[in-house]
């Protein structure tokens, strides 16, 4: 199967005190993280226009609401949504309608095939410690130890001695997206959820200027992956890549070669990818040094997308 590329958007409408307010929520469906553009989806819901017994405004009007009002207009447009589409929740809502992250959007996803989140699941967060994103570090530990364990402490049976063994954050120097997807040689003893924050992958993969040819340790590493991944039971496993860009110029190469091994491209085609696992998830241009809050975001949004209901 051919999968698509999926980006994450929302529309947004800039306000004059320098933050972004939603005015569309996009309803999108994914069946083992792939999205289905049929039955009506993606569902569009407009922010502006009327629902309940909320008149309809302009945009103009959006701008020159107070905060106060923009909220209250939210939560009852969220209320509205979940009486008139069942399989919403509360919590369909993973971020702020406000804010400067216009990249996270505010999904209400149907997942078809679920993965569940056990006591026994595994969840592992890489981060590239080879020394060019090392404000990144930072925020994604607060997370860990904050926002994200308030999101799955119950799913550990609210135990913080349980999520602090399954749940880590580990520093990896290799640059070896493959190898830390493929938990580095490790036995795969239960559930697993891989994330791994990289901007780059040097010469074990590719050269500084290109990312072809292909070269030997990337075949070994990804052959080692298709096998150990592909024998593993249904669900059992899921891997993300979050490809952090530094600069514009900056980490070009690697964000081509991310691009070629997720959606089969040139030398990278068929068995020689990822295109055809949709155990696997990826995320471009992913911000070094933001805040635990958008890159709490950014998970929550993947994870979903690849199956877990959260």
Request: glycine fraction near 6%; charged fraction near 20%.
């Amino acid at each position: 199967m051919h999968h698509h590329p999926r980006e994450c958007i929302i529309m947004i409408r800039f306000v004059y005190n320098g933050e972004y307010r939603t005015t569309e929520v996009i309803i999108r469906r994914f069946v083992s993280g792939v999205e289905i553009e049929e039955n009506g989806f993606p569902i569009i819901e407009s922010l502006l226009n009327a629902f309940g017994s909320d008149e309809g405004i302009s945009e103009s009007q959006l701008v020159d609401m107070s905060q106060e009002d923009f909220n209250a207009r939210v939560d009852r447009f969220k209320t509205y949504l979940i009486g008139k589409h069942s399989f919403l929740t509360a919590s369909s809502f993973v971020n702020d309608p406000t804010g400067t992250d216009h990249q996270a959007c505010v999904p209400g996803t149907i997942i078809d095939e679920e993965v569940e989140i056990t006591p026994d699941t595994k969840v592992v967060i890489f981060f590239d410690s080879s020394g060019s994103m090392n404000s990144t570090l930072s925020p994604l530990v607060t997370m860990r130890n904050t926002l994200l364990k308030d999101r799955l402490l119950p799913f550990y049976n609210n135990d913080e001695e349980l999520y602090n063994q399954m749940v880590g954050v580990h520093s990896n120097s290799s640059e070896r997206t493959l190898f830390m997807l493929d938990n580095t040689g490790n036995p795969f003893t239960e559930p697993i959820l891989i994330m791994i924050f990289q901007d780059e992958a040097n010469a074990s993969y590719h050269s500084p200027t290109t990312h072809v040819p292909r070269t030997e340790l990337y075949d070994y590493d990804l052959a080692n992956l298709r096998a150990r991944v592909g024998a593993l039971p249904n669900n059992y496993y899921r891997g993300m890549v979050f490809q952090v860009t530094r600069n514009v110029n900056e980490g070009a190469v690697f964000r081509e070669f991310i691009r070629h091994v997720h959606h089969g491209i040139g030398e990278y085609w068929g068995d020689k990818s990822l295109s055809d696992m949709p155990q696997f998830g990826f995320t471009y241009d992913v911000e070094n040094g933001n805040s635990p809050q958008y890159y709490m975001d950014l998970i929550i949004t993947k994870m979903r997308e690849l199956g877990y209901n959260i």
